[in-house]
Nanobody, 130 residues
Framework: QVQLVESGGGLVQAGGSLRLSCAAS????????MAWFRQAPGKEREFVAG???????????DYSGSVKGRFTISRDNANPMVYLQMNRLKPEDTAVYYC????????????????????WGQGTQVTVSS
């Protein structure tokens, strides 16, 4: 069983930055794909960013078009943690952000459908004011 706990959300003005963290515990997740999703009020959950193990110390990343160039996903397997650095935030980035883990042996490309991910955190609220 895996537990995921997000932190780092909050209220920020447009143009500002936040860094979300996701702590994973319960088993080794070094080789598992992980991702960030978000869900805004009245909208469906959407893929934000994902990171896939490419063998050895190589990881591949993928982003949705709406955040590419502004957000950066990374991981620290020593802890283990997954991060989402969010820069140049916009009001439309307002949502609850969720960390997710793919428990299968899938590699690259990361799945962008939520159904592929078996484990989820409780979510952390990000609010961007205009």
């Amino acid at each position: 069983q895996v537990q995921l706990v997000e932190s780092g959300g909050g209220l920020v003005q447009a143009g500002g930055s936040l860094r979300l963290s996701c702590a994973a515990s319960g088993r080794t997740v070094t080789h598992n794909n992980m991702a960030w999703f978000r869900q805004a009020p009245g909208k469906e959950r959407e893929f934000v960013a994902g990171i896939a193990w490419g063998g050895g110390f190589t990881y591949y990343v993928d982003y949705s078009g709406s955040v590419k160039g502004r957000f950066t996903i990374s991981r620290d397997n020593a802890n283990p943690m997954v991060y989402l650095q969010m820069n140049r935030l916009k009001p439309e980035d307002t949502a609850v952000y969720y960390c997710a883990l793919d428990s299968t042996d899938r590699r690259w490309p990361v799945a962008t459908e939520g159904a592929q991910y078996a484990y989820w955190g409780q979510g952390t609220q990000v609010t961007v004011s205009s």
